[in-house]
């Protein structure tokens, strides 16, 4: 579980996140919806340590990251896996080199066991044949395919995604979302997911956090969301509808 | 505001060198990783610093040869003079000014890339830290290869230089080959291969530093790759000033 308490974010002289309190539970797909600039990618890169927070304290599993020195944060990051909206491959790494590079760096195994993990790991994304490859020979879904594979290579507790299927054709985007869904339901991860697909909010969001104007303007689930009484989210979802009937 | 933004850079330049000097996260990786980038700036670069060394080499020797018109002045001067000139200057900081756009216009480039592309916060999320992962091997890489490559520079300057002379006829090769042993200074050696070393020294941590916080996208990697060159070139050469002035005045 990743609670976040009172989370305020300041860039210069603009306050992105106006003291959010949430809690992202254990075993389900946490989700952090909101329009472009609403604050949701500085939330997820708080959470994750990338930017420094202001205020409040982000917690996981009870563990205060507000009192840890750069050890203890090392130590939790071993924890977590996280996929980039861009995949962030090492570009001068092959698919299995990338899968592996973490094993490499934070385990004592021996080449064979780490290459048996890095394959194991990439059949559980459906990647095979493909060991051998650079990310720039790969299409984009298999990047995040790839991706997926190096994030829960050291079998993290905490997974986040930033957009992951953003850049993706909608039946590639769906796989995607399907697979963080098994993959959290199956090692009972918790994740937490940057979105502004609509198609993913009701397909796998089991938790929904709405952000907007960096501010926490509501949280749910799917089933409760088109019944959220809340008019900005009313709206991003309106307009949302109103962009998918015209196509 | 210019002074106060260049203290800033010093400043974060200087935390910046205190992440790299931190402790690998595995020997094993980083070992390998030193090898790989000597394989990058230095073997990759003894193709260039061949073709400059071996034609500036004979371009001294040919100016210097023509510039002699004295019959006084003894032709072995003229292998004397390009030995000098090769050994203290052209070899150690010419070649460092051309790997500082070869190589530090690369290595800014590829770390640059890296940040924007995200994958150097992939490396922060995993608890690698990222500065002494990218630039500490290449810092070492570039410590290790510039003085091995000012060396050869220094021997394939001089076999320009010889082979100039003898081909055109300015230089009898005995004469020159007497020139280059003529009143040699030892030190000058060392001091060449030290002032490289800080050179290489400059060139990597400074193309590093310019390429790691890179922001924006692919026109601010092309921005910091220029920046990289252009400041690396001017610390380089305000460090020649600086060295000779104090080990050879």
């Not at chain 2, 002045?73 to 003079?81: D, S």
């Amino acid at each position: 579980m990743i609670e976040a308490k009172n989370v305020v974010k300041v860039f210069g002289e603009r306050t992105i996140l106006h003291g959010i309190d949430a809690v992202f539970e254990t075993g389900k797909t946490n989700l952090i919806i909101g329009k472009s600039g609403s604050g949701k990618t500085v939330l997820l890169k708080s959470l994750v340590g990338l930017y420094d927070i202001d205020s409040g304290d982000i917690l996981y599993d009870g563990r205060s990251t507000k009192t840890m020195d750069r050890k203890q944060k090392n130590s939790i990051r071993q924890e977590i896996g996280m996929l980039f909206q861009g995949s962030a491959l090492f570009d001068s790494l092959t698919v299995e080199e990338n899968v592996r590079f973490p094993l490499d760096m934070f385990t004592d195994m021996s080449l064979e066991e780490r290459q048996e993990r890095a394959n194991f790991c990439l059949k559980r994304v459906n990647i095979i044949n493909s060991n051998h490859l650079y990310p720039s020979e790969i299409s984009g879904g298999m990047q995040k395919r790839v991706a997926i594979a190096r994030a829960i290579a050291l079998n993290p507790k905490y997974l986040f995604c930033d957009e992951p299927n953003s850049g993706l054709d909608p039946v590639t985007a769906a796989v995607i979302d399907n697979l963080i869904s098994e993959i959290t339901k199956e090692y009972g991860i918790t994740t937490i997911m940057n979105t502004h697909d609509m198609n993913s909010v009701f397909s796998i969001g089991e938790k929904i956090i709405f952000i907007n104007e960096g501010h926490k303007a509501w949280e749910g689930s799917s089933d409760t969301i088109t019944n959220s009484n809340c008019e900005p989210l009313d709206e991003f979802i309106k307009t949302t509808r109103n962009i998918i009937s015209k196509l | 505001m210019f002074l106060a933004s260049t203290f800033a850079h010093i400043g974060k330049y200087c935390l910046f060198l205190g992440q790299t000097c931190r402790k690998p996260e595995k020997w094993r990786v980083f070992l390998r990783n030193i090898l790989v980038e000597i394989d990058k700036v230095g073997v990759d670069s003894m193709g260039i610093v061949t073709i400059i060394s071996l034609f500036v080499g004979a371009v001294i020797t040919i100016q210097t040869a023509n510039n002699l018109d004295n019959p006084f002045i003894p032709t072995y001067t003229v292998g004397f003079a390009a030995r000098e000139c090769i050994i203290l200057e052209f070899s150690p900081t010419i070649i460092c000014l051309v790997l500082a756009g070869k190589v530090g216009s690369n290595i800014s480039s590829e770390i640059g890339t890296m940040r924007i592309t995200e994958q150097i916060d992939a490396l922060d999320i995993m608890g690698i830290n990222s500065a002494g992962y990218l630039a500490a091997p290449k810092i070492i890489a570039m410590l290790v290869s510039v003085p091995l490559l000012v060396i050869y520079s220094i021997a394939i300057g001089i076999y320009g230089g010889y082979l100039a002379g003898k081909y055109t006829g300015l230089v009898p090769p005995d004469d020159f080959i007497y020139g280059i042993h003529f009143s040699l200074k030892p030190h000058y050696i060392p001091y060449s291969l030290f002032k490289s070393t800080i050179f290489g020294f400059i060139i990597a941590s400074i193309s590093s530093y310019c390429g790691y916080y890179t922001h924006g996208g692919a026109l601010e990697v092309g921005k910091s790759s220029t920046k990289a060159v252009v400041i690396s070139s001017i610390v380089v050469l305000m460090f020649n000033l600086i060295i000779t002035e104090l080990l050879l005045s």
